[in-house]
């Protein structure tokens, strides 16, 4: 008998692009967040991807204190595979984004591969009542926001992080950032396995069409040939159609309502949980398994839990 694929499966459970007037399940204080990633970890996830949030209002807050409030809890109640962004926020600089993930050196970091728009301001169509002031200012003033990633902002993510032995999710969110990771490669600063996390359905980047999504898996192949794993998000309503064209054609997958609020048409996911539980039955009911968080850091070669500093 051929071995069972296995498929790791990432939750991303509170985010900096939703706020919280938006869903009342949207995890925003530290035990919120904490209890999230329990969830998620319980439910069946590998990774779990981390944000942290101011608890009176749920504004992003990329304050190392915010995250010693919750990490530390995660590590004691799961064995998943913390990943710490430094995206934070569009509206954040490098050096606070940053800041965490110095820090507490995790397994793995996220790691955005180009400056882009990132328009969220659509979204106040949908959501008009906000509860908090900076909910609108913030949506709106991604009309004219730019996320900022350099590649002097790339290396020196990765120089700063590298004594650490962190490794990255590689966020794509087009063609073009592919290529960079690909020059990154190739100065050694970036090492295989790579772990490309391609994002599909934000305004500003690439679209989620199916052909996109085959387009940036071709070019990942073509690039990186057989020294990457591929996983894909797909934001709002193409959660699940881009996870499920991603497991079927050999990738990964994230979940969280960092990237969709939603767990079907019209109806709010009540959990993170419930999402990772929708993935894991969709790639069971395909004949393979959601990799263990042990299963994982041996496809990612991590470091593991034991060298990280939380």
Known sequence: MPK??????????????????MSPYLPVTPQDIADAAIGAAEAGASIVHLHARDPQDGAPDQSPERFAEFLPIIKQRTDCVVNITTGGASTMTIEERLRPVAQFKPEVASLNMGSMNFGLYPMLD???DLEHAWERAYLEGSRDRI???????????????????????VECYDIGHLYTCAHFVERGLIKPPIFIQSVFGILGGIGAHP??????????????????????L??????????????LIGGHLRVGLEDSLWAGPGRL?????????????MVESLGMEVATPDEARDMLNLKGADRVAF
């Open 211 to 232: 052909e996109d999504v085959t387009h940036m898996k071709r070019t990942a192949d073509r690039l990186f040939g057989e020294d990457y794993q591929w996983s894909v």
């Open 4 to 21: 069972t694929r296995k498929v790791i499966v990432t939750c991303a459970v509170t985010g900096s692009i939703h706020t919280p007037s």
């Open 126 to 128: 949908r959501f008009p």
């Open 234 to 247: 797909g934001a709002g309503r193409n959660q699940m159609p881009v996870a499920l064209q991603s497991v």
């Open 147 to 169: 996320f900022r990633n350099t590649l002097g902002d790339i290396e020196n993510i990765l120089t700063t992080c590298a004594e650490n032995d962190t490794r990255f999710e």
């Open 269 to 281: 996911a009540k959990s993170n949980a419930e999402q990772v539980t929708l993935a894991r039955q």
